[in-house]
């Protein structure tokens, strides 16, 4: 569905260039869900805007849905769907009226524009809502709308610009029930892109990581966790047996990343739950009371760590100030 090579785009604006995507390959498979993780600044909605026609790479070159993204754009945006980062609803616009339009940009007749409006409604729970001022939805109903308008065409291939930023919890939970059954029950393929690990964690088949312009890391959830040696293990003892404790644990087969300090001795092991009884025997045997214990599978920012030395929750790339006047119009 996706085969990009070398994609690479650079903004020149008043003598300073910045690298915002600087070559990178991508492969998506029909009917995959692959999301695409990194921090503020990584490179993520230009790579998105490349990939949708709505900015011009600097080089590299693609195929996406079929179709040449450099000599038949309009080819692709035909058949992809696009859900931009804040959507693009008029707020005085009534919703029925927002999808009927919406449908008539695409070619729809406009029984035929109503006709999927009402499916879409239907499905996307926005139903009862047609007379209602976009501005008066929720921002969850707000979302699900944008998304109607992105599958009004009944497009193969729908991008996604952080779907759920701004959502509160419940809402970003039933977002990702809708994702999920576009690609369950309508065989859409997904590409989205977030910030959230937990998003990209519970949601995706497939991860890229994008760092800097530049994809660090590739794989399942699963796949990426298990790059990171261990788990990590936190277990709260007396400052006085410190010392001890720490002694106790590098004895562990595995056990690495040691530190003790304020009361906490943490490492790392292969298996925190099995190393765990053996290891509180031998506390016990040596006298060290253990006050608490903590326990933790590898995250995904574990896995951004590992790559990178930073934290993608702190992990923020400089933004410059001014933008490049270009990048604001859309590809012809
Ligand atoms: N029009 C522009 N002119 C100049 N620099 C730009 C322009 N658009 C993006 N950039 C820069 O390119 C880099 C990548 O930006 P991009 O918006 O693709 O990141 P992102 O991963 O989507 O971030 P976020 O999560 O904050 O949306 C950043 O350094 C950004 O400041």
């Known amino acids: 569905m996706i085969k990009a090579r070398g994609l690479q785009r ?48 600097t080089a590299g070159e693609a195929q996406v849905a079929g179709c040449d993204l450099l000599s038949d754009p309009l080819g692709v945006r035909k058949r992809i769907g696009y859900v931009a980062q804040g959507g693009g609803t008029g707020p005085e616009c009534k919703v029925a009226e927002e999808i009927e339009l919406q449908g008539r940009l695409y070619g729809l007749s406009k029984a035929e524009a109503i006709a999927r409006g009402a499916e879409l409604t239907e499905q996307l729970d926005l139903s009862g809502l047609d007379q209602r001022m976009t501005k008066t939805l929720s921002g969850g109903q707000r979302r699900r709308l944008d998304i109607a308008l992105g599958l009004i ?78 788990d990590s293990v936190v277990l709260g003892v007396d400052e006085d047996d410190m010392g001890r404790a720490a002694e106790i644990v590098g004895d562990i087969e595995g056990a690495h990343d040691l530190t003790a300090a304020h009361g906490e001795v ?9 190393a765990l009884p053996a290891l509180l025997r ?51």
């Not at 964690?201 to 800097?212: E, P, T, Y």
């Open 153 to 230: 065409h009944r497009p193969g291939l729908v991008f996604f610009d952080e779907p759920t930023t701004g959502l509160d919890p419940q809402s970003r939970a039933n977002l990702w029930e809708h994702i999920r059954t576009l690609r369950s029950d309508q065989g859409v393929t997904l590409f989205l892109t977030t910030h959230y690990l937990e998003e990209a964690d519970a949601l995706c088949d497939r991860i890229l990581v994008i760092d800097g312009g530049e994809i660090v890391a590739e794989g399942t959830p699963d796949a990426l966790k298990a790059r990171v040696s261990g």
């Open 266 to 274: 943490r490492f790392r092991v292969p298996r925190g739950d099995t």
């Open 10 to 57: 650079r903004f020149t604006s008043r003598g300073r260039t910045v690298d915002a995507v600087k070559g990178v390959d991508i492969d998506v498979d029909e009917g995959e869900l692959v999301g695409f993780l990194g921090p503020n600044g990584a490179g993520k909605t230009t790579t998105l805007r490349m990939l949708t026609t709505l900015l011009t790479p």
């Open 282 to 332: 031998a506390f016990d045997a040596a006298g060290i009371t253990t006050q608490s214990m903590q326990v933790q599978r590898p995250t995904l920012d574990d896995v951004f760590l590992t790559l990178t030395g930073r934290s993608l929750r702190d992990a923020e790339t400089p933004q410059p100030a001014d933008t490049d006047k270009e990048a604001q119009t859309h590809a012809a």
